[in-house]
């Protein structure tokens, strides 16, 4: 998870480690932040020339971005 705001990164990370996925944290205001209109075209180009399997740009509520990410990696919920 790639998220500038400690907050939102942490409200993140505790919604879907508690959905049963394991996740990482990072902080990188350079590419994390997009507030303006002219940084979304670049952050989606940054992610397909880096091949990632998603874009998703906020506000993304944690149960949709957990239904989004098990669409992508086929896991079904850690119910333990």
Same mark, same amino acid.
């Given at each position: 998870?790639?998220?500038?705001?400690?907050?939102?990164? /942490?409200?993140? /990370?505790?919604?879907?480690? /508690?959905?049963?996925?394991?996740?990482?944290? /990072? !902080?990188?205001?350079?590419?994390?932040?997009?507030?303006?209109?002219?940084?979304?075209?670049?952050?989606?180009? !940054?992610?397909?020339?880096?091949?990632?399997?998603?874009?998703?740009?906020?506000?993304?509520?944690?149960?949709?971005?957990?239904?989004?990410?098990?669409?992508?990696?086929?896991?079904?919920?850690?119910?333990?």
């Amino acid at each position: 998870m790639l998220e500038h705001d400690e907050d939102e990164r /942490a409200m993140y /990370a505790y919604a879907l480690v /508690a959905m049963g996925f394991d996740i990482m944290t /990072a !902080r990188d205001g350079a590419h994390a932040h997009v507030g303006s209109a002219d940084a979304v075209p670049s952050v989606r180009q !940054r992610a397909e020339h880096e091949r990632c399997a998603a874009f998703c740009l906020k506000p993304y509520l944690p149960d949709a971005l957990a239904i989004r990410l098990r669409g992508l990696v086929g896991q079904v919920p850690n119910r333990s």
